[in-house]
């Protein structure tokens, strides 16, 4: 396939008008990747943005985009509970699919799309691809070199807070570009901070120490509803989940997805061995070399990534934009990316399965496994 990449984007929410489209209209990836469409049923703000970022065409809905625009590519970057039925859609046009985290809800729905991106020789990259991050290479190095001794414990975890609702550049105005209601985030299916949020930390931990065995879990509700701007917006999805994985031979880990609340001073990831702990970007609070460590640590965690480069490193969600070139990279240069689809659907076993043991009451094997690449 000749460069640019056509891309069509699915969904003008909070992603794609903090990341994506910032990032992807800049200058210095237009011979790589442009955006052709946008669709989003809330039309007016597909039109807005459209216009804003001088985009060719916007559609009300994902199906008109892909019978009016000859793409090569989605980036489907809509509610996660849409994100099954939506790449589903792509992949059976024959599109290369990036899918905003979590790629799907269930272990079924991850199943089914791998299966048919294989079928129909297309490409799937899944976000959050935190093994890109150089970090957390140098850190999985030092854990297979033995520095942290006998692992014997991690954690990792996330808070919503009001973080969503308190969005201000696209939550707080009045405008199809500055009123976005987060409601969703709330509600089944795909609402939840496990789904959202504390994906990142699972992927960061299972991109380290390999696929997890088993888990058990307590989850619950425990805010029945959240104001936004005067709104009253019900809240069914759980906002509680307290978690411990087992990654066997009696290593465990504690992942939290909560409603308010967090550790304190707690890095991405947080590994404890018999020889110390590693913290974030620390090893027994010394500092953990790794390529653009100084960038990191001026700009931000996601300032180390590859194509995160000048102008893409003052720009909110520069992860995003990451996972999207290591797609745009893999169907150009054939160059396999490390946010594989595989890894997701581990991570979705995990929090499916999570779910279901706090139903249950009983401890639940994972199903899945994926290879760690390098």
């Known amino acids: 396939m000749k460069a640019p990449l056509k891309l069509g984007i699915v969904g003008t929410g909070s992603i794609t008008l903090r990341g994506l489209l910032p990032h992807l209209t800049m200058a210095d990836v237009s011979d790589r990747v442009q955006i052709a469409a946008l669709c989003d049923p809330v039309f007016e703000r ?47 046009h024959g599109k290369h699919v990036h899918f905003n985290k979590t790629m799907t809800t269930t272990v079924a729905e991850a199943d089914e799309l791998i299966a048919l991106a294989k079928e129909k020789n297309v490409r799937l990259v899944a976000s959050p691809g935190e093994l890109i991050n150089p970090r957390l290479q140098a850190i999985r190095q030092l854990i297979q070199e033995g520095a942290l001794g006998t692992l014997t414990w991690a954690v990792t975890g996330s808070s919503f807070g009001r973080y969503h609702e308190e969005e201000k550049s696209v939550r707080q105005g009045d405008t199809p570009l500055s009123n976005i209601n987060p409601a969703w985030y709330f509600r089944k299916p795909g609402g939840g901070p496990l789904y959202d949020m504390t994906v990142y930390g699972l992927h960061a931990m299972t991109a380290v120490l390999g696929p997890a065995k088993r888990v058990t879990a307590f989850s619950g509700v425990r805010l029945k509803e959240r104001e936004f701007m ?118 979705i076993d995990i929090i499916e399965s999570a779910y279901r043991s706090a139903e249950t009451g009983q401890a639940q094997d994972l199903k899945t496994s994926f290879t760690v690449m390098t």
Request: glycine letters at 8%.
């Open 46 to 92: 597909a039109q807005a943005a459209a216009e804003k970022y001088h985009i060719p065409a916007a559609y009300a809905s994902m199906e008109e985009m892909l019978e009016a625009t000859n793409l090569d590519a989605l980036s489907i970057a809509s509610p996660i509970g849409l994100h099954f039925a939506q790449g589903k859609l792509a992949i059976e």
């Open 230 to 347: 005067g709104q009253i917006l019900p809240t069914d999805m759980d906002d509680q989940t307290m978690m411990v994985l087992d990654f066997g031979h009696a290593f465990y880990a504690f992942v939290y997805g909560v409603a308010f609340g967090s550790l304190p001073n707690m890095g991405r990831p947080l590994i404890f061995g018999t020889k110390g702990v590693i913290n974030g970007a620390s090893f027994n609070d010394k500092v953990i070399d790794y390529p653009k460590r100084e960038v990191a640590e001026k700009k931000g965690y996601a300032a180390s990534l590859p194509h995160v480069n000048g102008a893409h490193e003052d720009v909110e969600e520069a992860h995003v934009f990451e996972d999207v070139m290591q797609l745009v990279d893999w169907v150009l240069d054939d160059k396999p990316s490390l946010a594989t689809a595989e890894h997701a659907r581990h991570v």
